[in-house]
Structure formats: C-alpha cells, structure tokens
C-alpha cells in the first residue's frame, strides 16, 4: 500500500517523512519524490509473540512517499503530483504555524487537485475527439469511443464546478472509465496540520474542514526533534513546554483508517505476522494476500480471534473453549482476525 505526502514548499512535509519513516529525505532528490517504508503499529504482535515464540515476526509496512514542495501560485504543480497517480491514499500537509491559515492553505491545495485531474481529462477528451473525426472508424468502435466522450465531459462537469463526481452515480462501465485515470479528487485523503512547537490545543483544528475530513495536528520539526533524544528527556522536554504528545503510531493508524486499510493476523510456532487488506475484505481475498495459491485452492478459513488466544494464553485453549470458527471464502474479515487457510493443491 502506497500513502502520499504532499504539500506546499515549507509545510514541513518532508519532516514528517522522515518522522514516520526513520529516512532523511536525500537533498539532492529535491525535485523528485522519495520512498521508504513505515512498519503499522500493532501492540497485539507482542502478545502473540509472548504466547508462540516464533521463530520469525513479520510486521505490514506500508510504503510512504514525500513527493517535491508545491509551488502556492499552482505552476508546474500538476507535473509534481503526477508521481503519485498510483498512491492509494494522500495526506495533505499544511501549515498551521507562523500565521498561516490552515484551512485556506487546504483549499488552495484542493484547487491543485482538481486542476491536474482536469489536465488530465482534457487530454484524454481531445484525444478520444481526434479518433472520433476520423472517418473509417468501425462501428463498434465508434460507439465505445462516443460513450467514453459523454462519460469523460460529464467526469470534467464536476471538476470544472468544484463537485467531483461520486462513483455511485455512474454505472459500472462508467466507473470503469473513472477509475482509469486514478484521479487525485477520488481518492481518500486526509489533512495534518503541522503546528508551531509550542501549540497548546492541537485539537482545535480537528473539524475546521468539516465532519467527512479527518484531520490531525502536530508540531512535526518538534516530533523530529523528539526522536532524537532518549525516551526519558524527551518526556521531560514535553512536560516542561507543557505540550500534548502526539504519537507516531497515531498518525500511521489514521492513515490505514483513512485508507480503507486493515490489518490482519496469521499465527504459528514458524512466524507471527501481520498482513494488509481492505476493509470488508473477505476470506478468499486475505488468503490471496498470503500466497495465490491459497486463494486458487481456498477451502475454507480457520479463524480465532487474537484476544481469545490472549486471554487464554495458548490455540489449544482456544480451541478446547469451542472459539474457533470455519468460515467460507465471503466470511468478511473482523478486525482481530487470525487465521490459518486450509486449502487443496
């Protein structure tokens, strides 16, 4: 899974990279986007390791990538952003501190957003219009070519009005089409305001854009700064400038939640691991994250749950107790699930 950062020059974008990633930002790669990974944090990892003492732990990472600072009078943005056209989800940075007003700064970054999309629809919209005029042009193309055209103008209608169209109305084919162009105004997002170091009420930002944007707040050149020193002078630091710490592990949950992400658990004496899968992703999907294999031979899924194996302390308790489940390949998986797929060759 593929997170974007992005923002304007100065937000402090490329700190909270290498907040949540532990990787300085190269400074001669300034002009393009860098990646690392950031493991999630799953505190329930360490009580299953407690119980299996496996020989292997393997946590889900997801992939993070600062993209280059974004010029607040639009030139060449849409070029910029264009490296993330594949990313799942987008945290917009925006500056909270020195007198900048957040939630200006976001719909100015918002317009960024749809004049790139809009870039991009016109492109295609003159192309698919060329092949149009064209005059040996098989039926049958043609009719796919004129059905593209009407759901790409009314795709740009929305953008040129500022209302992104909603998928849900669209038919399949068209979303077909939607989907396609993977287009920045579709996809989930969300804003972290990046505070002064001495902000005292990080939470009187949560809702300045409104119930359906989460947003989050932390003073992130400080946060840096924190993870530098050791666990006891930074607790010091944070109670003498009389701050409410804001947790890294925080931060990587809201993006997962914000994603449409979960996490999943398979357990053994050989590994304990966690895995990746969408939310409301069923048994043959998380089998198929796995391995393919599992999924091509799905059978079926056996499924405890992880506080059962904790409170217990061992499977075979969980299992004497009458808590493991056999759930078929559209079982949609729980938060807490751990599983082992049983499967034919």
Not at 11 to 24: A, H, I, P
Not at 82 to 95: K, N
Not at 182 to 195: D, E, G, P, R
Not at 304 to 333: C, N, T, W
Request: negative net charge; aromatic residues 6%.
């Amino acid at each position: 899974m593929k997170i974007g950062l992005v923002g304007y020059q100065g937000s402090g974008k490329s700190s909270l990279y290498q907040w949540l990633t532990g990787v300085e930002p190269d400074p001669a790669k300034s002009h393009q986007d860098q990646s690392a990974m950031a493991v999630i944090p799953e505190p329930r990892v360490d009580e299953l390791v407690r119980i299996y003492t496996p020989k292997k732990v393997t946590r889900a990472a997801i992939e993070i990538t600062d993209t280059p600072g974004l010029n607040r009078d639009h030139d060449g943005n849409a070029q910029k952003l264009a490296c993330l056209r594949e990313a799942d989800s987008m945290v917009l940075v925006v500056a909270g501190f020195g007198g900048m007003d957040p939630k200006v700064e976001y719909q100015s970054f918002y317009e960024d957003l749809l004049l790139a999309d809009m870039e991009l629809v016109a492109r295609r919209i003159e192309r698919v219009c060329e092949s149009l005029n064209r005059k040996a042009l098989p039926k049958e193309e043609r009719e796919h070519l004129t059905f593209e055209l009407e759901t790409l103008q009314k795709i740009n209608d929305g953008l040129e009005a500022g209302v992104p169209i909603k998928r849900d109305s669209l038919d399949e084919q068209q979303q077909k089409i939607l989907s396609s162009f993977s287009l920045f105004t579709q996809k989930s997002h969300m804003v972290l305001v990046n505070t002064a170091d001495d902000e005292q009420d990080t939470d009187r930002f949560r809702g300045m854009l409104g119930a359906e944007i989460t947003v989050l707040a932390a003073p992130v050149g400080l946060q840096l700064e924190l993870t530098k020193l050791s666990p006891e002078e930074g607790d010091e630091l944070v109670q003498e400038m009389g701050l409410k710490p804001v947790e890294r592990d925080e931060v990587i949950r809201t993006m997962m939640d914000v994603s449409g992400q979960m996490l999943f658990f398979t357990a053994g004496e050989k590994e304990v691991r966690t895995w990746i899968l969408r939310k409301h992703g069923t048994a043959v999907e998380a089998a198929g994250s796995i391995h393919t294999d599992l999924a091509r031979g799905f059978i079926r899924a056996e499924i405890m749950q992880v506080k059962d194996i904790i409170r217990l302390g061992s499977e075979r308790e969980v299992k004497a107790a009458g808590l493991v489940r056999q759930e078929p390949k559209d079982y949609v998986i729980q938060d807490g699930d751990c599983l082992f797929i049983k499967f034919s060759v």
